[in-house]
């Protein structure tokens, strides 16, 4: 078994496809350390600069004192605790939602829902750029999983056409690697077309998009209610940890009797659920970081288009630099952190063939500085390399 492992790593390592960690030093924040040296960091999916505010480090403290650490057991034995509690039900009432539940992840949370609660009987239609969590959690269900072409309707259409039992389309909101939004109208046209339910990945729209940040139903002007079943993450906009699915009380009542990912698994927390309450309320309390993510958004954009950058099309935090070569999305990514700012390179098998990237995310809290500065430096890097 090793010496398979490790071919399969040297050739990993031949298509320059080896994945590098590092090590963080500092909370998240625009300004951050790494192995010893600072850097400005454009890598975070922290979009409102929550991960880092006192109300929620205090919130994680104050909790800890109360409830302590672990939860101690799953969420149906004995780990479900008043924080969890107050924070479903806040969830729900913010999205105007019947009801929420929490996952201790959006893995857990995309794998819960795809594997409980289709059969054989069924049909899951996927967007082919979804998320990983998505595409396996279609592959682990026991309904036929099928993928349509990117955002590409009629091809939807097509795999709509079969006659089954139940159908489902899932797509993400926001695609977490090119930053487009999903075309929310034509889907909706579509599913009531084939009387399909619609399952939306918010990952990274919730927060982010809509004049209230519920996302990217919101961002479209349609209601909560118009996807079956929504499911957002709490470690990105809001800054804190974990997952949730909103829906009807039937939804989330199966769920919690059916998913084996919520069903077996430690509860996350209760410090942690009282952080993601505290981002919650800060969403709401804080519209203007919104606003000024919105605003680094557009002046990031139009710097790089006048240094003639190779941006993808993107209205979101998500601003992908499209370099192709693997090797040229790696020396240019070194290049930046050689001169001390931090974009991960983006290769296959998490994007396409051809299609290596620098994944450049941008938050509430960047400075025009900042930005200005990133973009200098990609202009000079670029073409170094």
Do not use: C, W
């Not at 750029?129 to 259409?157: C, F, P, Q, T, V």
């Not at 997952?243 to 430690?266: C, E, H």
Request: proline share 3%; no cysteine.
């Amino acid at each position: 078994m090793l010496n398979k492992l490790q071919q399969r790593l040297q050739q990993r390592q031949a298509q320059d496809l080896i994945r590098q960690r590092i090590t963080l030093e500092s909370p998240q924040s625009t300004s951050i350390k790494v192995e010893g040296k600072s850097f400005v960091n454009f890598s975070s999916n922290d979009y409102l600069g929550l991960a880092n505010h006192p109300k929620m480090i205090e919130a994680l403290k104050s909790s800890a004192n109360k409830h302590g650490v672990g939860s101690g057991a799953s969420h149906l034995v004995i780990g479900h605790s008043h924080q969890h509690h107050l924070l479903e039900e806040e969830i729900a009432r913010f999205l105007g939602i019947e009801k929420a539940v929490l996952f201790s992840t959006g893995f857990m949370a995309n794998l819960g829902v795809l594997t409980s609660l289709f059969d054989k009987k069924d049909l899951i239609v996927q967007d082919k750029l979804n998320h990983a969590s998505l595409i396996d959690g279609g592959l682990a269900s026991e309904a036929k999983n099928i993928r349509y072409a990117h955002a590409d309707m009629s091809s939807l259409e097509r795999q709509l056409q079969q006659s089954v039992e139940t159908k489902l389309i899932v797509t993400d909101g926001v695609f977490s690697m090119d930053g487009d939004i999903a075309p929310i109208d034509e889907l909706l046209s579509l599913k009531s077309r084939f009387k399909t339910s619609l399952m939306i990945d918010d990952a990274h729209g919730f927060g982010v998009l809509g004049e209230q940040g519920k996302g990217t139903l919101e961002h479209y002007g349609k209601s909560q209610s118009d996807a079956e079943i929504y499911m957002a993450t709490l470690g990105k906009a809001i800054g804190g940890f974990g997952a949730f699915v909103a829906g009807s009380k039937t939804l989330i009542d199966s769920l919690i009797q059916f998913a084996r990912s919520y069903i077996y698994t430690t509860a996350m927390p209760a410090p942690i659920a009282a952080a993601n309450r505290t981002g919650l309320e800060l969403l709401q309390t804080e519209p203007e970081r919104r606003v000024n993510l919105q605003k680094n958004i557009r002046y990031f954009r139009a710097l790089a288009f006048e240094n003639d950058l190779p941006l993808m099309e993107s209205e979101t935090a998500i601003q992908p630099l499209l370099l192709k070569r693997n090797d040229k999305a790696i020396r240019v990514s070194q290049e930046l952190k050689d001169n001390g700012i931090l974009v991960m390179a983006i290769r296959p098998p998490t994007v396409p063939q051809n299609t290596a990237r620098l994944r450049i995310t941008l938050t509430a809290e960047h400075s025009k500085a900042q930005l200005e500065q990133l973009v200098e430096q990609l202009t000079k890097s670029i073409k170094v390399v």
